[in-house]
């Protein structure tokens, strides 16, 4: 026993020695890089120019003929891939968070993570994108509205399937991408309510999160709202606040409301609640990362070959600098080294990184994501003890890491400076802000009309026989007829 | 050892008779006969030792057996695990149980054969326990006694 743990110890030493070295390696010579200010200032300028001076096509086939055909195609099939890729973020989140609850409760939680996509699609088409996107006549405004649903009309297709739209995309292009996005803010709020919360209810306060609450605060930054108008704009690249923290304060409201899962703490004590299957966590992480490519790098809007490769560096980077700081975190602070809290940390690196992912030199993406990793330990930590139960540690991924993030827009890089810190502070607060209340006000309601927690008896038999009357893993049950 | 060696010829020779006679009289008779006495071993074991114990009992001629993951503790007690930072107490460990029926006169070297090839001489090897059985029937045949095993 006492050379096993002096082993480990020597092993946890020279662990440390070699990552602070490696990372001293990499980000020096990484710092003393200009940051991408001039690139990311001038990409912006001409993508603006060529919205500008688009030109007006007489009708598709012309434009089909026109020089600037081919690339406009490279941009739109970019951003088509990016939101496949986001797309199947939804897939990670559905095997990581069954992976970290019981096996009980799985088919459970797969339902809800299915039913989140499909529902979060068909609002978002309903209304969810004329709130974030109601157009130019509600600039800098506190609420818009285009109009339910979505088309092209007839006749409209010059100005809105060429590059008379967008430069980088279509009509179609812009709503399935941010369609995608819209869907990941409830299901965060999923993990952090997962084993106990009443399927229908949770079916409700979704719906209503990613129809009205998540698209009003997308609109005060990504569809020109008052936050993106300021005189120094708040700045959220690809959502470390408008998704992430989004996400985490409904997961916050969530947790506070229902209470923790019954034998979680117990007698003064944390009792852990031990996920069912680490292989599937594991690949949950793995989607997300690989999603996160273009979550991240479909947020330039274009195919920019310049703007979309730092980005997926700086999101590569930022998730495995935050994967090795948690790890080396839980080894020392924890003992051990736990592999639920390092696949925490590469998604607190990639969160961490989502606000300012074009902005940052390869050296801040990386101090970004450890800083994240070192986060996310530490909160899981401290939500325990405030009796937040919260069985992914979705809180601390989101809503920790999505504040630090959108804070580092004004530490690090090409924006970095002391009215971004204020503008930042102003994005992150106002939204903050605006999600919890929307978010505990809507759980409180539906606490007392609908009923927001399963019973004690269905909550220790699993959600899984309760809710929808089979098993997830049914081997060994003879299935008689009735 | 010259008995050993008498033993290991004669019952060939010896038994294929008074065994088919015993099955008649057991199937006569709807319970084992005096010829064909059965003992149950029950093995509870560590779980990696599986592959050396089952090729012990493969080696003495042993041809079947059942195996579950079973979950206990004895004097080895339960250990400390730790998830996300809080800490448990594990009281039942993992461990595999080998179940066989065999004839008497086997009996003793299966045990044997399970008490080497299980052992690594540390606390929580396991224990091995023999018991009588009354009976043994093929589903598929209703042979019965210890040609049934």
């Known amino acids: 026993m006492k050379i096993h743990s002096h082993f480990k110890l020597h092993s946890v030493l020279s662990y440390i020695l070699v990552s602070v070295l490696m990372t001293g390696l990499l980000v020096m010579p990484a710092l003393a890089q200009p940051e991408p200010a001039a690139v990311a200032g001038a990409v912006a300028e001409a993508v603006k120019e060529a919205a500008d001076e688009a030109p007006k096509y007489a009708d598709m086939d012309a434009f089909a003929a026109s020089p600037g055909y081919a690339v406009f195609t490279t941009h739109n099939l970019w951003m088509m891939i990016a939101a496949a890729l986001v797309f199947i973020m939804?897939?990670?989140?559905?095997?990581?968070?069954?992976?970290?609850?019981?096996?009980?409760?799985?088919?459970?939680?797969?339902?809800?993570?299915?039913?989140?996509?499909?529902i979060g699609l068909l609002t978002y088409a309903l209304m969810g994108f004329n709130l974030m996107y109601p157009g130019d006549a509600f600039e800098g405004r506190l609420i818009g509205f285009g109009g339910f649903g979505v088309?092209?009309?007839?006749?409209?297709?010059?100005?809105?399937?060429?590059?008379?739209?967008?430069?980088?995309?279509?009509?179609?292009?812009?709503?399935?991408?941010?369609?995608?996005?819209?869907?990941?803010?409830?299901?965060?709020?999923?993990?952090?309510?997962?084993?106990?919360?009443?399927?229908?209810?949770?079916?409700?306060?979704?719906?209503?999160?990613?129809?009205?609450?998540?698209?009003?605060?997308?609109?005060?930054?990504?569809?020109?709202?008052?936050?993106?108008?300021?005189?120094?704009?708040?700045?959220?690249?690809?959502?470390?606040?408008?998704?992430?923290?989004?996400?985490?304060?409904?997961?916050?409201?969530?947790?506070?409301?229902?209470?923790?899962?019954?034998?979680?703490?117990?007698?003064?004590?944390?009792?852990?609640?031990?996920?069912?299957s680490m292989p599937l966590a594991t690949i949950g992480v793995f989607l997300l990362w690989l999603g996160w490519f273009g979550f991240n790098g479909g947020s330039v809007l274009s195919a920019d070959p310049a703007l979309v490769s730092l980005t997926l560096v700086t999101t590569c980077l930022a998730a495995a600098a935050g994967g090795v700081a948690a790890a080396m975190t839980a080894w020392t602070v924890l003992k051990k080294p736990d592999l639920s809290m390092a696949l925490n940390g590469v998604l607190a690196g990639l969160v961490g990184i989502t606000a300012g992912a074009d902005?940052?030199?390869?050296?801040?993406?990386?101090?970004?994501?450890?800083?994240?990793?070192?986060?996310?330990?530490?909160?899981?930590?401290?939500?325990d003890k405030l009796r937040i139960d919260d069985p992914v540690g979705a809180i601390s991924v989101h809503l920790v890491c999505g504040i630090w993030g959108t804070l580092a827009v004004g530490l690090f890089g090409a924006l970095k400076g002391g009215a971004q810190i204020v503008a930042q502070l102003k994005g992150i607060l106002s939204i903050g802000a605006f999600t919890f209340i929307f978010a505990l006000v809507l759980f409180l309601i539906l606490k007392v009309t609908m009923g927001l927690r399963v019973d004690a008896e269905e909550e220790t038999e699993g959600l899984d026989i309760g809710e929808h009357g089979n098993h997830a893993y049914p081997d060994f049950q003879p299935m008689a007829e009735k | 050892m010259t008995v050993g060696r008498l033993r290991v010829l004669a019952l060939p020779l010896l038994s294929g008779a008074e065994r088919r006679t015993a099955l008649h009289q057991t199937r006569q008779a709807g319970v084992a006969g005096p010829n064909n006495r059965m003992k149950k071993i029950e093995a509870i074991i560590k779980p990696f030792k599986l592959e050396e114990v089952k090729d012990a009992l493969s080696d003495i001629g042993i041809e079947g057996m059942t195996v579950s993951e079973v979950k206990g503790f004895g004097r080895q007690k339960g250990h400390t695990e730790i998830y996300r930072g809080s800490e448990y107490t594990v009281d039942f460990l993992p461990k595999i149980k080998i179940e066989l029926v065999v004839p008497d006169g086997t009996a003793d070297g299966a045990v044997a054969a399970i008490s080497k090839s299980a052992k690594t001489g540390k606390i929580g090897d396991g224990k091995v326990f023999v018991s009588n059985i009354e009976q043994a029937i093929r589903i598929r045949t209703d042979e019965k006694g210890d040609s049934a095993i």
């Open chain 1, 359 to 383: 902005q940052m030199a390869a050296g801040s993406a990386i101090i970004i994501g450890l800083v994240a990793g070192v986060l996310v330990v530490f909160s899981v930590l401290v939500f």
């Open chain 1, 90 to 118: 939804h897939l990670g989140f559905a095997t990581l968070e069954s992976g970290l609850t019981r096996s009980k409760n799985t088919t459970n939680i797969l339902f809800k993570n299915t039913m989140i996509v499909c």
């Open chain 1, 151 to 276: 088309g092209v009309g007839s006749g409209t297709e010059v100005a809105n399937l060429t590059d008379t739209y967008n430069a980088g995309y279509t009509y179609w292009t812009d709503f399935l991408f941010q369609a995608m996005f819209a869907a990941t803010a409830a299901t965060i709020v999923s993990g952090a309510v997962a084993e106990r919360i009443k399927l229908s209810t949770f079916l409700v306060f979704s719906t209503l999160f990613v129809a009205v609450a998540y698209p009003i605060t997308g609109f005060w930054k990504w569809g020109n709202g008052w936050l993106n108008t300021m005189a120094t704009p708040f700045y959220d690249f690809a959502g470390s606040t408008v998704v992430h923290s989004v996400g985490g304060w409904g997961a916050l409201a969530g947790a506070i409301v229902l209470g923790p899962r019954l034998g979680k703490f117990v007698g003064g004590r944390i009792r852990p609640i031990l996920g069912h």
